[in-house]
């Protein structure tokens, strides 16, 4: 495992990482979001990604039972959780990044986790109904009282990003250092196009989300929906015509044709193609099994197989 600076902040993190959307609650117990996260910490994966809104809260409880069970030291892994949904129907306890809602959600979370901080905390999406000057200075707050040591964003544009580090600088507060944005194969042009300015001028960091496209570049829908498979999931409905999207399958199929060429699972080669990137800081990987982790994993030795030859056939078979 090889470890990248979080953008411009002094945090290294490995440039794999493990998330719990999704599979913490209902694929995933106690016992088996042990086994997983065991497999990737023993790998060298030292930050673990989290958020409060994940299985509504649960997915932060199983993660806190599973680190007081193996009992890590602290000061070798990193935690994250992010804010913004909300668990809570109250008027401002979802979709808001206010002051109040900011301030008593890291508690609730902390007290899930069963922990004094977290490494990083998110606002999970931009808010227009609060002004970003009161946010910042709430995110602020938390890193200042201790129970968060850096903050950033997901899913912001690049101008709110700016607009965010610009109020920071000015009043000298902590500044956004990371943005966790969805990256891969068929969805790039945010982190390559829209951030690019961002990475020169203030030193953004990535934490990149879903490098599968949900299980869609592994290739296991080319042919059929597997039974118990992400697109199968009660709840998941929205995501399901995306997954199956005809267009993203055609090109499924073509990579499936080249990671094949290669003599490595399609996983593999979709991961290994987010790590070319140098501005992503660590592709957060999903697994709903162990054997999931072992093999995306594994995306570490493929990255020197990715050629410019390669990476231009990966182009051309992605292309629309
Ligand atoms: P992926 O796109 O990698 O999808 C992971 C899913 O794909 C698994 O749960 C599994 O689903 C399937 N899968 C994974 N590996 C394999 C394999 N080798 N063979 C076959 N199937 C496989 O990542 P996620 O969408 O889970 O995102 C990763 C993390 O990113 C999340 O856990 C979360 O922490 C973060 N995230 C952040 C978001 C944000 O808004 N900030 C949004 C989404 C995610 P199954 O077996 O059920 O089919």
């Given at each position: 495992m090889q470890y990248r600076r979080l953008g411009r902040a002094g945090l290294k993190v490995s440039e794999l990482s493990f998330g719990s959307w999704v599979t913490y609650g209902k694929q995933l117990n106690d016992d088996l979001a042990r086994e997983c996260m065991t497999a990737a910490y023993e790998a060298g994966v030292n930050f673990f990604d989290n958020a409060e809104v994940y299985a509504r809260g649960q997915s932060e409880t199983i993660m806190g039972s599973v680190l007081k069970k193996v009992g890590w030291r602290r000061s070798s892994y990193a935690v994250s959780t992010k804010f913004f949904w909300?668990?809570?129907?109250?008027v401002n306890e979802q979709n808001t990044l206010n002051r109040k809602y900011l301030m008593q959600a890291i508690d609730g979370s902390l007290a899930r986790l069963q922990l004094d901080f977290v490494d990083l905390i998110f606002c999970h999406r931009p808010d227009p109904e609060t002004p970003v000057e009161e946010t910042v200075w709430a995110m602020h707050d938390i890193v200042r009282s201790g129970k968060a040591l850096y903050w950033g964003t997901s899913e912001w544009s690049a101008d709110e990003i700016r607009t965010a580090w610009e109020i920071a600088d000015k009043h000298h507060l902590h500044k956004p250092v990371m943005e966790q944005p969805q990256y891969h194969l068929l969805h790039r042009n945010r982190v390559e196009q829209e951030y690019a300015p961002l990475y020169r001028d203030l030193g953004l960091g990535t934490t990149t989300w879903s490098p599968l496209a949900s299980g869609l570049l592994t290739g296991k829908y080319n042919d059929a929906v597997p039974e118990g498979s992400r697109a199968t999931l009660a709840g998941m409905e929205w995501l399901r015509s995306s997954i199956l999207d005809p267009r993203g399958i055609e090109k499924a199929r073509k990579l499936a044709k080249i990671a094949s060429d290669l003599g490595v699972p399609m996983a593999q080669l979709a991961i290994a193609w987010c790590l070319k990137n140098p501005h992503v800081s660590t592709v957060i990987l999903g697994a709903s099994r162990v054997s999931q982790v072992h093999e995306n994993l594994g995306a570490l030795a493929v990255v020197p197989k990715l050629t410019a030859d390669v990476m231009a056939a990966i182009d051309a078979a992605c292309a629309d």
């Open positions: 909300g668990i809570n129907k109250g």
